[in-house]
């Protein structure tokens, strides 16, 4: 039986000066002494039982890369025991109780992944349905779309509250392509001095490139933040 998704109130403070910590500011909350609290909601597909895909493989690498940033804590060693604990997907009918106990990391766009797409009219990014190939940040009045970029590779992270739980927090991972979503987790587990130095509030938008030349994309930019 599938999970079904809970009426979504929308969260009083929902404006960046009312948010009790920035993207700057990861790994926190998601980590904070050495403790990590979050679950991974990967996207349908991938969390289903079918055949591995490229959706599935980069998503995967998502969490790899989160995982590590993670792990690295506030001591910035790598701590084996204060890996993530949950990785479910948004079908599962747990989905309740695990999201609303943990900070999330949802990965995937809402072509993909009910969550994203469940709570996509309530944040600041906001994916151009039902195919998702382009997004606008309101913050920034800008659209951003995938045709302007290589390899469909345009991404974007960004810190917003927990929908099933307010004291918590959720951090969404996706891109208008599997590349853009790999590019928009690459950025913001490699890339975090560069959030930190300029301070970035809630989220990043971001590129894939291929670093190299070798057709293969293998490096991200962050082009935009908000």
């Known amino acids: 039986m599938r999970g079904e998704l809970p009426t979504l109130i929308p969260t009083k403070d929902k404006n960046r000066q009312n948010y009790l910590v920035s993207l700057c500011d990861f790994p926190l909350p998601f980590v ?16 289903s039982s079918e055949p591995y895909t490229h959706a599935r493989v980069c998503d995967g690498a998502v969490v790899g890369f989160l995982t590590i940033a993670l792990s690295m804590g506030e001591k910035n060693i790598w701590r084996p025991e204060v890996l993530p604990k949950f990785v479910v997907g948004p079908l599962l009918p747990n989905i309740h109780k695990v999201a609303s106990q943990h900070n999330i990391v949802v990965i995937g766009s809402p072509k993909v992944n009910s969550v994203s797409r469940w709570i996509n009219d309530h944040v600041d990014v906001k994916f151009r349905l039902p195919m998702c190939r382009s997004f606008n940040v309101q913050s920034l009045s800008k659209d951003f779309e995938d045709s302007d970029y290589p390899q469909s590779s345009l991404g974007t992270a960004y810190l917003s509250r927990n929908p099933y739980n307010d004291a918590k927090y959720a951090l969404v991972v996706a891109g208008c392509h599997a590349l853009g979503t790999w590019a928009a ?33 293998d490096d991200s930019r962050i082009i935009a933040h908000f």
Do not use: P, R
Not at 32 to 47: C, M, N, P, R
Not at 206 to 214: K, L, P, R, S, W
């Open 185 to 217: 987790g690459h950025a913001l587990a490699s890339k975090l001095t560069e959030i930190k130095e300029k301070k970035i509030q809630m989220g990043i938008v971001t590129i894939g490139v291929d670093e190299d030349n070798d057709g293969v994309q």
């Open 32 to 47: 904070t002494k050495d403790q990590v609290d979050v679950a991974f909601i990967l996207g349908d597909e991938v969390s």
